[in-house]
């Protein structure tokens, strides 16, 4: 059974780190891109970083320099590493896997999805 699991979100101060992680079973994560997304209330899913097979890796244009991704081959499990987090980071973030290339433009080309993990960003 294909399933993701993310886990690591948590209450943080601004300017805080956090680690976020993608668990996968049932399948082999370096076989497909895989996708962070995060949706804040009230505002649509955004893309936020990405790795493909080959481990390209893309980070959203304003979140470059503060999120990082990166994959754990023996864990099955790609990590999103954010620092410097600011209050406007705050939402649900999921991860999804996709066939092909990496994508952080279009969350439906995505399949499978985890359930997510909140992260707030608050003093």
Do not use: H
Not at 4 to 16: A, D, F, K, N, T
Not at 21 to 43: H, V
Not at 94 to 113: D, H, I, K, L
């Amino acid at each position: 059974q294909v399933q993701l699991v993310e886990s690591g979100g948590g209450l943080v101060q601004p300017g805080g780190s956090l680690r976020l992680s993608c668990t996968a079973s049932g399948f082999t994560l370096d076989s497909y891109a895989i996708g962070w997304f995060r949706q804040a209330p009230g505002k649509e899913r955004e893309g936020v970083s990405c790795i493909s097979t080959s481990g390209y890796t893309a980070v959203a244009g304003s979140l470059k320099g503060r999120f990082t991704i990166s994959r754990d081959n023996a864990k099955n499990t790609v990590f999103l590493q954010m620092n410097s987090l600011k209050p406007e980071d705050t939402g649900v973030y999921y991860c999804a896997r996709r066939t092909g290339g990496c994508s952080t433009v279009y969350p439906n080309s995505y399949t499978y999805w985890g359930q997510g993990t909140q992260v707030t960003v608050s003093s």
